[in-house]
């Protein structure tokens, strides 16, 4: 060490919290992900009869739908293409699946909370956050078993020790808030008592020798059609980029308990490298300077029915057909440049919309700490 540098820290001994830990990029093996549609790579449409499994869905990127609630990419299938992975395969997908480099627990409509209200017959996906633990834990164990036993599987799974150098990402609570705000349930309950359940999955990957974490914060729902078609909202109560003020502000005070609950994780978990990333604000920015960024009618759906303000219509949703004169016609169809717009269906963003949001996650900027993708496996 140099004989200044080594002076100034004798010093200033605060100085080596800003030295940079390493200057290697991280070398990840696998990427194993939890969380709800926005990470969805084909779990509920494996699971249940109606899931949006049919074109236009993935129009964009696959040409066919390909599990995935968007025209394309999620930011999840670019997280695994800038690591030089595989895109990551839903676990409950039987078909044509390849788990040698991660797997998918992430299933549409989950909860971090379990609700009472779950598919098919409610609102919500049975495969909540404690679920998809329970199902990563038994794939870590019956993964080794098919390894083991070598053969023409053995090429389909993680290999051991991808489980302590894997990337863990997790992007899930939107669909929290929804239930907490339809169903009228009580903030001060609720979200202490999900946040719980969401560090005590943290803590279980933890004990079984995860140590790398990627989380997401929840967007600005206030800013997605389905949301503002069934507010119904004075004036007022619309921020001045068209946005629900109520809706954002309980997305903000999700994130804030989330930011204190990782905190508190860091300290429980001192060699586990987590990053937080605000995709609030990564989001909330798009929709604010869309026309600058070369996107157009930011609030408006562009694949659904209706047309109007949101082009969004609960009972005829992107993709779905109606039997009109017995000949079965489209009715929730795509916008004509889908390159142009941010939300794709009324919930979900087009890839785009996702490309554009990873590009500016990955580099760190919205991060705690403020680090690149390549660089999470690193301690502050």
Same mark, same amino acid.
């Given at each position: 060490?140099?004989?200044?540098?080594?002076?100034l820290?004798?010093?200033?001994?605060?100085?080596l919290?800003?030295?940079?830990?390493?200057?290697?990029?991280?070398?990840?093996?696998?990427?194993?992900?939890?969380?709800?549609?926005?990470?969805?790579?084909?779990?509920?449409?494996?699971?249940?009869?109606?899931?949006?499994v049919?074109?236009?869905?993935?129009?964009t990127?696959?040409?066919?739908?390909?599990?995935?609630?968007?025209?394309?990419?999620?930011?999840?299938?670019?997280?695994?293409?800038?690591?030089?992975? !595989?895109?990551?395969?839903?676990?409950?997908?039987?078909l044509?699946?390849?788990?040698?480099?991660?797997?998918?627990?992430?299933?549409?409509?989950?909860?971090?909370?379990?609700?009472?209200?779950?598919? !098919?017959?409610?609102?919500?996906?049975?495969?909540?956050?404690?679920?998809?633990?329970?199902q990563?834990? +038994?794939?870590?164990?019956?993964?080794?078993?098919?390894?083991?036993?070598?053969?023409?599987?053995?090429?389909?799974?993680?290999?051991?020790?991808?489980?302590?150098?894997?990337?863990?990402?997790?992007?899930?609570?939107?669909?929290?808030?929804?239930?907490?705000?339809?169903?009228?349930?009580?903030?001060?309950?609720?979200?202490?008592?999900?946040?719980?359940?969401?560090?005590?999955?943290?803590?279980?990957?933890?004990?079984?020798g995860?140590?790398?974490?990627?989380?997401?914060?929840?967007?600005?729902?206030?800013?997605?059609?389905?949301?503002?078609? +069934?507010?119904?909202?004075?004036?007022?109560?619309?921020?001045?980029?068209?946005?629900?003020?109520?809706?954002?502000?309980?997305?903000?005070?999700?994130?804030?308990?989330?930011?204190?609950?990782?905190?508190?994780?860091?300290?429980?978990?001192?060699?586990?490298? =987590?990053?937080?990333?605000?995709?609030?604000?990564?989001?909330?920015?798009?929709?604010?300077?869309?026309?600058?960024?070369?996107?157009?009618?930011?609030? *408006?759906?562009?694949?659904?029915?209706?047309?109007?303000?949101?082009?969004?219509?609960?009972?005829?949703?992107?993709?779905?057909?109606?039997?009109?004169?017995?000949?079965?016609?489209?009715?929730?169809?795509?916008?004509?440049?889908?390159?142009? *717009?941010?939300?794709?269906?009324?919930?979900?963003y087009?890839?785009?919309?996702?490309?554009? =949001?990873?590009? *500016?996650?990955?580099a760190? *900027?919205?991060?705690?700490?403020?680090v690149?993708?390549?660089?999470?496996?690193?301690?502050?």
């Open positions: 060490m140099r004989p200044l540098l080594l002076g820290l004798l010093l200033h001994p605060f100085l919290l800003f030295l940079p830990v390493s200057s290697s990029q991280c070398n990840f093996p696998a990427i194993f992900n939890l969380g709800d549609s926005n990470s969805d790579t084909g779990g509920l449409s494996s699971s249940f009869s109606i899931g949006p049919t074109l236009p869905y993935g129009e990127f696959f040409r066919y739908p390909a599990g995935r609630f968007s025209d394309g990419r999620l930011i999840i299938d670019f997280i695994a293409e800038r690591l030089g992975l !595989p895109r990551v395969s839903s676990y409950l997908d039987s044509g699946t390849n788990f040698s480099h991660g797997a998918n627990f992430a299933t549409a409509l989950s909860t971090i909370s379990p609700q009472n209200s779950i598919l !098919p017959l409610g609102s919500y996906s049975p495969f909540s956050l404690d679920v998809q633990l329970k990563f834990l +038994q794939f870590k164990w019956r993964s080794q078993l098919v390894y083991k036993q070598g053969g023409i599987f053995k090429g389909l799974m993680p290999k051991e020790y991808y489980f302590s150098k894997a990337l863990y990402t997790i992007d899930i609570g939107q669909n929290d808030l929804t239930a907490l705000y339809f169903l009228n349930k009580s903030v001060e309950e609720y979200l202490p008592s999900a946040l719980k359940e969401f560090s005590e999955v943290i803590k279980s990957i933890y004990r079984i995860g140590r790398y974490f990627w989380i997401h914060n929840t967007g600005p729902l206030g800013c997605l059609p389905y949301v503002l078609v +069934q507010l119904q909202l004075k004036p007022t109560q619309f921020d001045r980029i068209g946005c629900s003020i109520s809706f954002n502000d309980l997305a903000r005070k999700f994130n804030k308990m989330l930011n204190e609950t990782v905190i508190q994780i860091r300290k429980d978990l001192p060699l586990a490298a =987590i990053t937080l990333v605000d995709i609030f604000s990564v989001k909330y920015s798009l929709f604010r300077h869309a026309k600058e960024y070369g996107f157009e009618h930011p609030l *408006r759906a562009c694949c659904g029915f209706g047309g109007g303000k949101y082009n969004f219509n609960a009972t005829a949703r992107c993709g779905k057909t109606a039997n009109i004169n017995g000949i079965d016609v489209l009715l929730g169809k795509s916008c004509k440049d889908p390159l142009k *717009r941010i939300n794709w269906d009324g919930v979900h087009t890839e785009s919309a996702n490309k554009w =949001i990873f590009d *500016r996650i990955s760190g *900027r919205y991060s705690d700490p403020p690149p993708l390549g660089f999470a496996c690193h301690l502050k």
